[in-house]
C-alpha cells in the first residue's frame, strides 16, 4: 500500500530530500512562475492588440498556459522524488539554452545571461550524485 511506497523511498540523515534535488525543484518552479509571467502578458495582449494581432496573442497564451502546466508538474514531481521529472526538466532547460544564447547575441545579455546561468544550473543539478541516488530509488 502507499507505507510501503513511502518506506522504500531513502531519506538523506535530515528526514527530507538531497539539497541539491531539493534546489533543482525551487529552480524549476522559478521557471515556472516565468513561465507564468509570460502566459499573463499574452493574455493581456488579447484584450490590447490589434485585431490582426489577437489570433498570435491567443495561440501563445494557450501554449505558455500549457507550458506553465507541465512544468509546474515537473516541479512537483521532482519535490517528491519522482524519476519522470528529470527528462522533462532536463528538456525544457536544453530548450532554454539557444533562447538565452539568442537574447545575448541580440545585447539583451541581462535576460540572457540569468537564464543560461538558470539552465545550466539546473541540468547541472539534476544530474550529480546525491540527485541521481535520489530519483533512482
Known amino acids: ?64 498556459l500549457l507550458g506553465t502546466v507541465g512544468l509546474a508538474l515537473v516541479t512537483r514531481g521532482l519535490a517528491q522524488r519522482r524519476r519522470w521529472a528529470r527528462a522533462p526538466g532536463l528538456v525544457t532547460n536544453l530548450l532554454v539554452l539557444p533562447v538565452a544564447y539568442d537574447l545575448v547575441r541580440g545585447g539583451r545579455w541581462y535576460v540572457g545571461g540569468p537564464l543560461l546561468v538558470l539552465a545550466l544550473t539546473v541540468m547541472v543539478l539534476l544530474f550529480v550524485r546525491s540527485t541521481d541516488e535520489a530519483l533512482q530509488e
Open 1 to 64: 500500500g502507499p507505507a510501503d511506497i513511502v518506506r522504500r523511498v531513502p531519506r538523506d540523515e535530515t528526514g527530507s530530500s538531497p539539497g541539491t534535488l531539493r534546489a533543482a525543484a525551487a529552480l524549476v518552479g522559478l521557471e515556472t512562475l516565468g513561465l507564468l509571467a509570460a502566459t499573463v502578458f499574452f493574455a493581456v495582449e488579447i484584450v490590447v492588440a490589434d485585431a490582426d494581432d489577437r489570433t498570435r496573442a491567443v495561440t501563445a497564451t494557450v501554449l505558455t
